[in-house]
């Protein structure tokens, strides 16, 4: 979900998906992997069809949507706070708290004749509000390929490098690329800027990132199909007497490289490669290293506990 999807009023979701199945005649046989055939645009239409006919079933069955299609915040919900009702505003690209407030958008309409019906791609499916879109398909061994995937679906939901603020108090928010429509910019006012930042927060224990069928955590294949652990590599080729493979988990330096951009291992004064010299646990050795250094070796007394400030808000009916 993210936030140019709620700036309009949509949900946008990302999927990861095998293409095929894996199968076992028994439970001591190996799975195997059997390839399904490849999709076609009709099946991806077909699919959508489906969707948009049983989700909005779905949405009225647990009533969270009324019988003209918005979606509808019930009384007892509103007692466990405004969440709720910024949802239910943000999905909509309504204001919940200010009824004045809004959202605009800006650009340059595309040149050509209007009401154009637009061109999808294959693979890909239009229908009264929904889309699918499943072009997407890394074959096997492109580690590369699927690592950029996987971290294009796992960006987050807002980019700070695109927010500006204009001279008149306006939260702007750039595109990063135009729509259909012209639109490469969208402009909040202050307050349903925060409503929509407060729509992305995830409720508590709710998992933003989950592995299904023969990928899950408690899957019984999933140890015969995700690459094992060094150590287990090492047990099963030293009693086999063959040769130990190289383990592919990053180490803590790689991972600070790629994911922050930051070489946690380059020295930022004399740009020499940092080096492991040893692990110092002696009490006495500390101290003595920390005041050649001219740093304190006394750790700071920490603050007593308390608990978090609380904001008195006010609401009307309260």
Known sequence: MGIEGLAWGALHFHALVLDGVYTAPDAFAAPRFHPARPLTSAEVARLLSKIRSRL??????????????ELDVRDGELDQGLLPLIHAASIQGRAALDTEAGCMRLGIPPAGPSGEAPVLKELCAELDG????????????????????????????????????????????????????????FVFDPLVFIERLAALVPPPRMHQLTYHGVLAPGSSWRSELVPSTARERRRSCGAAGGRVQPCHRYSWAELMKRVFGQDVLTCPRCGSRRRWI????????????LEHLSLPSVPPTPAPPRAPPQLELWFEGC
């Open 56 to 69: 909005p079933r779905l949405c009225r069955r647990r009533g969270l949507l009324g019988d003209e299609g």
């Open 278 to 289: 040893a692990a110092i646990t002696a009490a006495g050795a500390i101290v003595r290293i």
């Open 130 to 185: 929904f889309s699918l879109h499943a072009a997407v398909r890394v074959p096997a061994g492109e580690r590369s390929r699927l690592e950029h995937l996987c971290r294009y679906v796992s960006r987050p939901a807002l980019s700070s490098k695109r927010l500006s603020i204009s001279p008149t108090g306006k939260v702007i928010h750039e595109l990063r690329a135009p729509f259909r429509d012209g639109t490469t910019h």
